[in-house]
């Protein structure tokens, strides 16, 4: 995310909307910090605050899809 930040800094608004692929957020899960939010965490609290030039797409994976 730090380069929201540095848009917002800068007061640079992109003339396109900025996307950002999130692949298989649910397999983040098994990838916890020590401290701090993990990815879902994080994007559930922040979400909100974000611009309305950027976009998420975000997949998760089913037990089914995975072998």
Same mark, same amino acid.
């Given at each position: 995310?730090?380069?929201?930040? %540095?848009?917002? &800094?800068?007061?640079?608004?992109?003339?396109?909307?900025?996307?950002? %692929?999130?692949? !298989?957020?649910?397999?983040?899960?098994?990838?916890?910090?020590?401290? !701090?939010?993990?990815?879902? &965490?994080?994007?559930?609290?922040?979400? !909100?605050?974000?611009? &309305?030039?950027?976009?998420?797409?975000?997949?998760?994976?089913? &037990?089914?899809?995975?072998?």
């Amino acid at each position: 995310m730090l380069f929201l930040f %540095l848009f917002l &800094s800068e007061r640079k608004i992109p003339d396109e909307d900025f996307i950002i %692929l999130i692949d !298989g957020l649910n397999e983040a899960e098994f990838h916890k910090p020590d401290y !701090g939010d993990t990815i879902v &965490s994080f994007l559930s609290k922040m979400i !909100g605050k974000f611009p &309305s030039w950027l976009k998420l797409v975000v997949t998760v994976r089913t &037990s089914l899809q995975v072998r």
